[in-house]
């Protein structure tokens, strides 16, 4: 599967944006998928995760109630919402894709990655 990750931006501190990645292939049903985010000098952080079916999801601890996943498995789209952004959610986004079971949090149980798209929130 092929991810191409969009909606990245520049937002002031308290602002949403909403990130797309869209995936190819007939399979995305089949895929765990995942977002994850880094930021300069530091290692690549889980932020979020979702099921195939999109009844489970799981979050990082610093964007719980902030953020929420979702899917549309209809469009091979999942979406992270991303509301009352802080300058510390600043880093470039990916998304991922995990054959996976359940919702894993670790960068090495994703076989798939889209090219990242960066956010910036600014204070």
């Known amino acids: 599967v092929q991810l191409q990750a969009s909606g990245g931006g520049l937002v002031q501190a308290g602002g949403s944006l909403r990130l797309s990645c869209a995936a190819s292939g007939r399979t995305f049903s089949r895929y765990v998928m995942g977002w994850f985010r880094q930021a300069p000098g530091k290692e690549r952080e889980f932020v979020a995760g979702i099921s195939w079916t999109g009844g489970s999801t799981k979050y990082g601890d610093s964007v719980k109630g902030r953020f929420t996943i979702s899917r549309d498995n209809a469009k091979n789209t999942v979406y992270l919402q991303m509301n009352s952004l802080k300058p510390e959610d600043t880093a470039v986004y990916f998304c991922?894709?995990?054959?996976?079971?359940?919702?894993?949090?670790?960068?090495?149980?994703?076989?798939?990655w889209g090219q990242g798209t960066q956010v910036t929130v600014s204070s």
């Open positions: 991922a894709a995990s054959r996976g079971w359940g919702t894993p949090t670790r960068p090495v149980e994703y076989e798939h």
